[in-house]
């Protein structure tokens, strides 16, 4: 046993931890709490006064200044900003929490108001004198920031729209998306009972029992949550338009032909490879139904939407279970047969409370990692002593480490990696984790089977719910862009995407159809989803390459976390790890792997 393994002894972490936030503050009524929002706001003065109608005549030198300035202001921003974020999400019905998160946003949306003449000025420098700034050597680590100011020169407005932009956002389009997240967490849901007397009422472990062997169960687990969804289809449908249609606007005044174009400019994808993504995925539908046509005659009954994750093994009334504790030790011990120094990296966030794992009424729905430049990540889970919970803390640890190997490397405008590089390391995490407990588990043909499923039901997620998601984002905007619409054509078309994707092989339910407003990014950010399904075909091609050539791979891809976002994630990838994500064949790759693994589970049955 490696030594970051034995360490693990002394870990608080029996039972799901909740995070330690005194890092950033001790509290709502901590001073510096005060003290930092006045010295941002002086901050941010000062410079506005001393450079606002001079970027144009500032020497390279001066430029360089200006961005450390900057970047240390933004730093700042953050940690008053993740303070109150982190506990509405831990706790979304803490008012304290709601209105001084309100407070935060209003006063850093003045701040930001303060500084966008910077990056105006800076877009609208004539093109020679940019192409030299963009050549001098002392601006070399901003190259890349460079680069995305002068992609975004078409699409800039005057400072005093921009600013009001920025400011109706804090009761226009953001207020909505806040709207959606708070009324979510005041829900409370039907109690479902198991057949082992164990009583689920939170959207954490009401999910958790759509993996139980039991079909009422799971049927029973599955209607609790939608019936919320249905009772406020109306309010989420009304909620996804007016946001779907404050983007149209914003196309509109800014010239953008689209909100999918918008957003795959911010993405640093090109529109080519969302295309053949997207149809990649879809001319093998066949890959999906498959599956759950075996899965079908295996557990004997008709897989229904309920039933996707079904146990193979329905005669065992216990779904595999491992607690926080063993699942913590399980995945650290995974990191160290990798790399031992990336999984002591992974040891910090359960010593020094990162970690808010524990289940309970009101937290936030979901798993994320929220990284704050210049202190670390915090990583928020409902951790129900499962296999799935385990695979989501090796998910968002896998972008907590990324975001360790950026802080040692890259200066705040560089710390923010491109979406599709943003979640190679999550997945990779995942992949690393289902290659220990396959080991671990020879001879146990129950748990093997397990874990083979999963990981096969995993990947069906990733290329194809994930793309679905996006299909319908793109009928949602397409149909904005026409003019307003309300649930029920949301509910219509999830309807016929999920058809298409389950055909024969799956039953989808009725109420399916209120599924969508489940789905945070839709509102959030949209065409998020899609980077799932590109970022894992990457992932699963970074991976064959590390089980080809084994450790000396290890180097080029920490040099790709560490790159951040400090390049261009296609050259990126073709640098340090020789993954061409533009190839035809790295999607046909992944499709292949799912294949296989379809073929060995076969061989099995």
């Not at 065992?316 to 650290?332: D, M, P, R, W």
Request: glycine share 4%.
């Amino acid at each position: 046993m490696t030594q970051s393994v034995e360490a693990q002894a002394t870990f608080p972490v029996e039972n799901a931890q909740e995070w330690d936030l005194s890092d950033l503050y001790r509290g709502f009524d901590d001073p510096q709490l005060e003290q930092d929002l006045q010295t941002l706001q002086k901050q941010a003065t000062e410079f506005r006064d001393q450079f606002r109608g001079r970027v144009n005549t500032l020497a390279p030198e001066q430029l360089a200044e200006c961005f450390k300035t900057l970047e240390a202001i933004a730093e700042k921003s953050g940690y008053l900003y993740a303070f109150p974020s982190l506990i509405f999400s831990a706790d979304t019905r803490s008012t304290e929490a709601k209105q001084f998160l309100d407070r935060v946003m209003e006063a850093l949306t003045a701040i930001e108001n303060q500084l966008l003449f910077f990056d105006l000025e800076l877009q609208g420098i004539e093109a020679d004198q940019f192409d030299r700034l963009q050549q001098a050597t002392v601006l070399k680590t901003y190259q890349h920031y460079l680069n995305r100011i002068a992609n975004y020169r078409p699409y800039k407005l005057s400072e005093a729209v921009e600013q009001t932009r920025n400011q109706d956002s804090l009761t226009g389009r953001q207020a909505f998306i806040q709207l959606r997240s708070v009324h979510l967490g005041e829900q409370e849901y039907e109690p479902v009972t198991t057949t082992d007397s164990k009583t689920a009422n939170t959207d954490a472990e009401l999910s958790a029992l759509l993996y139980h062997p039991n079909p009422e169960t799971r049927y029973a687990a599955y209607q609790s949550v939608r019936k919320v969804m249905k009772q406020h289809n109306s309010l989420y449908g009304y909620i996804l338009n007016t946001v779907a249609q404050d983007h149209k606007l914003e196309n509109q005044m800014r010239g953008y032909p689209s909100t999918l174009h918008k957003q795959l400019l911010a993405d640093e994808v090109s529109e080519p490879v969302f295309r053949a993504i997207m149809d990649g995925t879809g001319a093998r539908f066949d890959l999906f139904q498959r599956y759950y046509q075996l899965k079908a005659k295996a557990i004997g009954q008709t897989i229904r939407t309920c039933d996707l994750y079904a146990p193979w093994d329905t005669g065992n009334n216990q779904t595999a279970a491992i607690s926080y504790k063993a699942g913590v030790e399980t995945l650290l011990a995974a990191l160290d047969q990798f790399d031992p120094n990336y999984a002591r990296r992974a040891e910090e966030f359960f010593l020094n409370n990162w970690v808010d794992a524990k289940v309970r009424p009101g937290k936030r729905g979901g798993a994320f990692c929220s990284y704050t430049y210049g202190k670390h990540s915090y990583l928020l889970l409902s951790y129900t002593d499962d296999y799935n919970s385990l695979f989501t803390l090796a998910h968002e640890m896998g972008h907590g480490l990324h975001f360790e190997w950026i802080g040692d490397r890259q200066s705040y405008f560089n710390s923010n990696p491109p979406m599709v590089l943003a979640e190679i390391a999550s997945t990779f995490n995942e992949l690393l984790l289902l290659d220990y407990l396959l080991k671990q588990a020879e001879g146990d043909k129950a748990l093997t089977k397990t874990l083979i499923t999963r990981q096969l039901e995993d990947q069906l997620n990733l290329l194809f719910r994930q793309s679905t998601i996006s299909r319908l984002e793109l009928a949602v905007h397409d149909r904005a862009a026409q003019g307003s619409f309300d649930q029920s054509f949301v509910n219509a078309e999830w309807m016929k995407l999920y058809q298409d994707l389950c055909g024969d092989a799956v039953e989808v339910l009725p109420e399916h159809q209120y599924d969508w407003a489940r789905i945070g990014h839709i509102y959030f950010k949209p065409f998020y989803c899609y980077q799932y399904t590109a970022s894992n075909i990457v992932s699963l091609a970074c991976y064959q390459k590390y089980l080809e050539v084994g450790k000396a791979f290890i180097p080029g891809y920490l040099e790709l976390l560490a790159s951040g976002g400090s390049m261009d994630q296609v050259a990126a990838l073709r640098q340090f790890v020789g993954v061409d994500i533009e190839d035809a064949a790295t999607i046909k790759g992944a499709l292949t792997y799912v294949e296989n693994l379809l073929n060995q589970l076969q061989a099995t049955l």
